[in-house]
């Protein structure tokens, strides 16, 4: 599986800040998802990062709020803008494996903390 | 849209004892997926089960593709202090390469 890391693993920020994530992969991959998982919850899929063109955001989370960049097929970033203390979540990114499955990979999380 | 019921959402248990957690849906998936997350780390996808009725180990643990492919189950064996964690299900929303996850089952171990 791809080797995938994360800036920041953590970071504490000022209500109405940004805060720009990056997700590195080691190898090429077609499909990149970012998710938010909100303190003790479960995972939910922000948006999918498409290569060349804009993401495709979940119902409940707009480009205003969560742009995204995916550059290449190696890179993408996450922004959490205008943060509000309800932003406070780990923020994943993960790649869809390459076996032709559905099988996903994560990375560490970048875990933001809004005050 | 297609959910992912986890049961128990949590479990506290004896070093050496037998655990086993579900996953159901009132639709079919095609794939299941269970992951385990750490504290302060993202998910580690444990095991991948592709076929209805596939019985899959990766050591001690078990996972079972329920034969009507709307459930699963994942099983751990003679548990060890290194299993505690959070283990969640997730399954591909239909017709897309975009995963649904369960609601985690929290696994906390008396030495």
């Known amino acids: 599986s791809a080797v995938i890391s994360q800036k920041p693993s953590r970071d504490i920020c000022q209500r109405g800040t940004s805060l720009t994530i990056q997700c590195q992969v080691d190898s090429q991959v077609t499909m990149m998802f970012w998710y938010r998982q909100q303190p003790g919850q479960s995972l939910t899929l922000i948006a999918t990062a498409n290569q060349g063109s804009e993401a495709t955001y979940e119902s409940g989370f707009v480009i205003d709020k969560f742009p995204i960049s995916r550059p290449n097929l190696t890179f993408s970033t996450l922004t959490v803008s205008n943060m509000s203390p309800e932003d406070s979540s780990i923020y994943l990114c993960?790649?869809?494996?390459?076996?032709?499955?559905?099988?996903?990979?994560f990375g560490p999380g970048t875990r933001l903390t809004v005050l | 849209g297609q959910q992912l019921n986890q049961s128990p959402q949590s479990m506290f248990i004896q070093e050496g004892e037998d655990v086993s957690m579900n996953c159901t849906s009132s639709?079919?998936?095609?794939?299941w997926l269970w992951y385990k997350q750490d504290p302060g780390e993202g998910p580690v996808l444990l095991i991948a089960l592709y076929k209805a009725g596939e019985l899959t180990s990766n050591g001690r643990l078990t996972a079972q593709f329920g034969i009507t492919r709307k459930d699963s189950f994942l099983n751990i064996s003679a548990s060890i202090p290194s299993d505690v964690g959070i283990y969640f299900c997730a399954g591909p929303i239909q017709g897309a390469q975009k995963l649904v996850f369960g609601q985690g089952t929290r696994l906390t171990i008396n030495p």
């Open positions: 993960s790649v869809l494996g390459t076996s032709g499955a559905n099988e996903q990979f």
């Open positions: 639709s079919i998936f095609n794939t």
